[in-house]
Nanobody
Framework: VQLQASGGGLVQPGGSLRLSCTASGDVFGIKFMGWYRQAPGKQYELVAA???????NYIDSVKGRFTISRDLAKNTVYLQMNSLKVEDTAVYSCKQSLIGDRGLRDYWGQGTLVTVSS
């Protein structure tokens, strides 16, 4: 199983971006999908997550601006980011806890850089 993330880039404050993260290979079930980020000089943090029952969680700083969603048929999780702020600048990484050919494991996608700047 491999995860492929995409969608980062440079955007002006107030703009939008959508990140996606797709698992390829033998996937038999997904328990958890999440987006993390690490800004320069800051700790790694879980930005948004969706669990197997569809429940979502967000850190306070992105509530009302970011939306996490999933397409289980495509083994894909999305992060729609609206009203982006300079402080959202970070490397964003996705994680999926899924059942593959090696059982239940965590898989990480490569980081994708989001830069919010005028």
């Amino acid at each position: 199983v491999q995860l492929q993330a995409s969608g980062g880039g440079l955007v002006q404050p107030g703009g939008s971006l959508r990140l996606s993260c797709t698992a390829s290979g033998d996937v038999f079930g997904i328990k958890f999908m999440g987006w993390y980020r690490q800004a320069p000089g800051k700790q790694y943090e879980l930005v948004a997550a969706v669990t197997s029952d569809g429940s979502t969680n967000y850190i306070d700083s992105v509530k009302g601006r970011f939306t996490i969603s999933r397409d289980l048929a495509k083994n894909t999780v999305y992060l729609q980011m609206n009203s982006l702020k300079v402080e959202d600048t970070a490397v964003y990484s996705c994680k999926q806890s899924l059942i593959g050919d090696r059982g239940l494991r965590d898989y990480w996608g490569q980081g994708t850089l989001v830069t919010v700047s005028s």
